[in-house]
């Protein structure tokens, strides 16, 4: 059984220099590159690293790592940058909920998307066996992952209000509910 991964690589500092026609060309031979889905290639000009954050369907962790690492070996070679050394790796099964499990947000925001008030998130977070503890704290405001949350309020049988990308598309809905209504 297939199930999908996001697979995040990055290498060490490269001994050739990544100049924007190498990036060009790393990015041409990743897109080109069937095994993966929606190659986002990237580069760190002032260290001289690049990096990779694919999806893939495999059939375990081991196999998308293997897939995306021969994609991003060969790409590297193609564009002329040698055999890059990997420093970071980062497999993770895609949530069928489709949480970003990389996006924070604030207590303000947690409160809005709980439907609670900010004082109360406040009061939820000053004990830990209740709450998923911050992610850190900046200045007064405390910081967590969003998916965290989303975790610990479905082991509570709690719902979660809609993030800011999918509150856009809310009137589309409603206008097309008022449409099929009206036939």
């Known amino acids: 059984m297939?199930?999908?991964?996001t697979v995040n690589i990055e290498s060490a500092p490269l001994a050739e220099?990544?100049?924007s026609d190498a990036l060009n060309a790393?990015?041409?031979?990743?897109?080109?590159?069937?095994?993966i889905a929606?190659?986002?290639?990237?580069?760190?000009?002032?260290?001289?690293?690049?990096?990779?954050?694919?999806?893939?369907?495999a059939r375990s962790p081991d196999h998308a790592f293997m897939t995306t690492q021969a994609s991003?070996?060969?790409?590297?070679?193609?564009?002329?940058?040698?055999?890059?050394?990997?420093?970071?790796?980062?497999?993770?099964?895609?949530?069928?909920?489709?949480?970003?499990r990389h996006e924070l947000v604030s207590g303000g925001e947690v409160a809005r998307r709980l439907k609670i008030s900010r004082e109360r998130v406040r009061q939820l977070s000053d004990n830990?066996?209740?709450?998923?503890?911050?992610?850190?704290?900046?200045?007064?405001?405390?910081?967590?992952?969003?998916?965290d949350v989303v975790d610990w309020a479905a082991a509570r049988g709690r719902r979660v209000g809609v993030g800011k990308k999918s509150r856009a598309a809310f009137p589309r809905l409603k206008a097309a509910k008022k449409a099929t209504a009206r036939k």
Not at 43 to 56: C, F
Not at 128 to 147: E, H, K, M, Q, S
């Open 72 to 100: 991003f070996v060969e790409a590297a070679k193609i564009a002329g940058l040698g055999k890059p050394m990997i420093v970071i790796l980062d497999v993770e099964l895609d949530r069928a909920d489709r949480v970003d």
């Open 17 to 19: 220099k990544v100049t």
């Open 26 to 35: 790393y990015a041409s031979a990743l897109f080109a590159d069937r095994r």
């Open 38 to 57: 929606g190659p986002a290639p990237s580069a760190n000009l002032a260290i001289n690293t690049i990096g990779l954050t694919t999806s893939i369907d």
């Open 128 to 147: 830990p066996a209740r709450f998923p503890p911050p992610l850190a704290t900046i200045g007064r405001d405390r910081v967590w992952r969003w998916v």
């Open 2 to 5: 297939t199930e999908s991964y």
